[in-house]
C-alpha cells in the first residue's frame, strides 16, 4: 500500500486522484497545475518507504505541501514548520515584493501518535488577538481586495495533520472515506469521495503495466530486506538485554516480562557460550 500510495500520488497522469483527496480535505475545488520535482520527490530502487513528500502547485499558484510519515518524530511540529519556511523562501524570486508570496498548505499524514488528542483530523487556524481587547486583528480594506483576503490568517500557512491510527474506521462523510482508504488500502464499493473511484482503478494489480510490476516487485524485496535487517537488530538486542541480565542474577520469567522472549529461548541462552567480539 506504501507504494501504491506513492505511485498514486506523485504521478501527473493521476493528478484527479490527488485534487479530489485533497478537494475532501480543504473543502473546497482543488485544481492541480504542477508537481514540482525535488530531490525529495525522485523514486529510485531504493527509494524509503517510511516518508513520501510531494510539492503541487495549484491553478490559483498556491502551493501544497503533502507529506506522509510512518515512523515517530519526537520534533515533527518543528519539521512541518521549517519545510513551510524553506518552500516560502525558495518560491519567491529576487526582487519581487512580499505580496507575490502565495498561500501555503502544509498536509501531514502520519501513522504515528504526534502530540496528544484523541481526533483523527487537526487544522491549524493562527489569527492575531489583541492581548487588551481580545479582538483580532483585521485586514484593511486596501490589504483585502489587493490579497484577496478576509481574515490575516489567509496570508499565512495553513497546517492539517491526518492522525491515520485514531480513525475508528467509521465513515461518517466523504473525507472519512479517504482516511479510512489510507488506512486499511480498502476502498468500499459505497464510497462516493472524489478521486476514490479513479484510485480503485489504478490500484489494481493487474492493471499495471510490466514496467511497473517489475518496480513494484523490486520495492517489495527492499521492504523485505530492511524489514529483516530491522528484525535482526531488535533481536540482536533482546539478545543481550537477557544475558546480561543473566549475569546479574535475574529471573526467567522477570527477564521475559523485560524482553518479551520465551522462557525456553532464555533457559538456552544461559547455556549458549559468549560470542566473541
Known amino acids: 500500500f506504501d507504494w501504491a500510495v506513492k505511485k498514486l500520488l506523485r504521478h501527473k497522469a493521476n493528478f ?19 508537481i514540482l520535482e525535488s ?16 510539492l503541487l502547485r495549484t ?27 524553506k518552500l516560502i523562501t525558495e518560491y519567491i524570486k529576487e526582487g519581487e515584493p512580499y505580496g507575490s508570496i502565495k498561500k501555503v498548505f502544509s498536509i501531514n499524514i502520519v501513522y504515528f501518535g504526534l502530540g496528544q488528542g484523541e481526533d483523527y483530523v487537526y487544522e491549524y487556524k493562527g489569527e492575531f488577538v489583541g492581548l487588551h ?3 483580532v486583528l ?5 490589504q483585502q481586495k489587493n490579497y484577496k483576503i478576509g481574515m490575516i490568517a489567509d496570508i499565512f500557512p495553513k497546517y492539517y495533520i491526518l492522525k491515520i491510527n485514531n480513525f475508528d474506521d467509521v465513515a461518517k462523510d ?28 489504478k490500484l489494481r494489480y493487474e492493471k499495471l503495466s510490466d514496467v511497473e510490476k517489475q518496480t513494484y516487485n523490486r520495492y517489495q524485496e527492499n521492504r523485505r530486506i530492511e524489514r529483516s535487517v530491522t528484525d535482526t537488530a531488535i533481536s540482536n ?3 543481550k538485554v ?3 541480565a543473566i549475569l546479574e542474577g535475574v529471573s526467567n520469567n522477570i527477564i521475559s516480562k523485560i524482553t518479551g522472549l520465551d522462557t525456553d529461548f532464555i533457559e538456552m541462552l544461559r547455556t549458549e557460550p559468549d560470542e566473541e567480539d
Open 138 to 142: 483585521r485586514p484593511t480594506p486596501t
Open 16 to 34: 484527479g486522484i490527488l485534487s479530489g483527496f485533497l478537494s475532501e480535505l480543504l473543502k473546497f475545488d482543488v485544481t492541480i497545475e504542477t
Open 242 to 244: 537477557a544475558k546480561n
Open 237 to 239: 538486542s533482546l539478545k
Open 59 to 85: 491553478a490559483q499558484n498556491e502551493l501544497i505541501l503533502v507529506e506522509i510519515q510512518n515512523d515517530p518524530e519526537n520534533d515533527y511540529f518543528q519539521r512541518m514548520i521549517y519545510g513551510v519556511s
Open 174 to 201: 466523504t473525507l472519512d472515506e479517504w482516511i479510512y482508504f489510507l488506512k486499511n488500502s480498502e476502498i468500499k464499493d459505497e464510497f462516493k469521495a472524489k478521486g476514490l473511484a479513479e484510485a480503485r482503478e
Open 39 to 54: 530531490e525529495g520527490n525522485k523514486q529510485h530502487e531504493y527509494d524509503k518507504y517510511n516518508r513520501l513528500d510531494i
Open 133 to 135: 481587547l481580545g479582538k
